[in-house]
């Protein structure tokens, strides 16, 4: 058990080397020349609130069968977030906080962990609908005429919807670690209804507020937008973002090219967008997964 904790802890440490190796840090005093103390300050107040945010998310859901401290949630939060960088769209998470509790409970685990990621994808989903309709919509003239890639992300999201409602339609055969997707909605059904607008003001919070510190750091880097606009290009970038599957440590190239094309067409600076995207996957991945190596460490299995 010993060697697994350091095999992950040293491979999450090499991959964020690695990553950051792959950045060019050659004009990073030009980042820190937009920064004073209270900015700087505000913008990690930013990502301390979004992770606090999903570990009371986290104690809320597990609560409904044991009731857990919030430093068992950070742990459990962060440990598994550490233990899920490898994996594609943080399904190691699942396995992770499984391991957490006991083998009885691990289809409890399972079952609330893709409750708290679904609606925290659905709220996702909502606002990146939102930001398209800007987009493509309200304002084509951002778009040129022929531009492949802009029809491309035109349908995108049409696409994305209609094979999601023929996805439920032939769905009934489909498992996920066990559950039919019939178990599912029998579940969230099941589940108490307090808990389930906690669970869907929590992931609404926390998308608000990673979404705006975006918004600020676009302010800070002397980006003039209108508020609307760049609020709502923002949830477009998440929406793309979050609908390609990827491994989590990865999130930054995906995001940072889709943010890249779209402010791209708002005129903003290449080198400004990607210095931000950059700056948001540093604090809000690289910081916790250090954290959670922390955990990692100290984790002592229930199981034998």
Not at 4 to 22: D, E, R
Not at 71 to 77: G, I, L
Not at 141 to 164: K, R, T
Not at 250 to 278: C, E, H, P, R, Y
């Amino acid at each position: 058990m010993v060697l697994i904790k350091l095999l992950i802890v040293c491979g999450a440490v090499a991959f964020l080397y690695a990553q950051l190796k792959t950045k060019d840090l050659s004009d990073w005093h030009l980042v820190t020349q937009k920064f004073t103390f209270l900015s700087f300050l505000g913008i990690v107040f930013l990502s301390f609130l979004n992770w606090f945010l999903e570990c009371l998310k986290w104690k809320n859901l597990v609560s409904d069968f044991k009731k857990i401290t919030f430093k068992k949630a950070v742990e459990q939060t962060l440990g598994s977030l550490t233990a899920s960088i490898f994996t594609p769209n943080r399904i190691g998470e699942y396995v992770a906080k499984g391991m957490y509790y006991s083998k009885e409970q691990t289809k409890k685990i399972i079952f609330l962990n893709f409750l708290g990621n679904s609606v925290q994808m659905l709220v996702t989903l909502f606002f990146g609908l939102i930001g398209c309709v800007f987009f493509f919509v309200l304002s084509p003239n951002l778009l040129e005429e022929h531009d492949f890639s802009s029809g491309f992300l035109f349908w995108l999201p049409v696409i994305l919807v209609a094979g999601l409602i023929l996805g439920l339609i032939y769905s009934k055969k489909w498992r996920f670690y066990g559950y039919s997707i019939d178990n599912l909605i029998g579940k969230i059904h099941l589940f108490p209804a307090r808990k389930h607008f906690a669970n869907i003001q929590y992931s609404l919070f926390r998308y608000l507020v990673f979404s705006h510190q975006f918004y600020f750091l676009l302010l800070l880097f002397d980006v003039n937008l209108p508020y609307p606009d760049a609020l709502l290009t923002i949830f477009t970038m998440y929406f793309f973002a979050s609908v390609v599957p990827t491994i989590h440590l990865m999130d930054v190239v995906v995001k940072g090219s889709v943010a890249v094309f779209l402010f791209g067409k708002l005129g903003v600076n290449q080198w400004t967008i990607v210095s931000i995207t950059t700056l948001m996957w540093l604090l809000n991945l690289v910081i916790p997964v250090l954290i959670g190596s922390v955990f990692v460490l100290n984790y002592k299995p229930l199981r034998k």
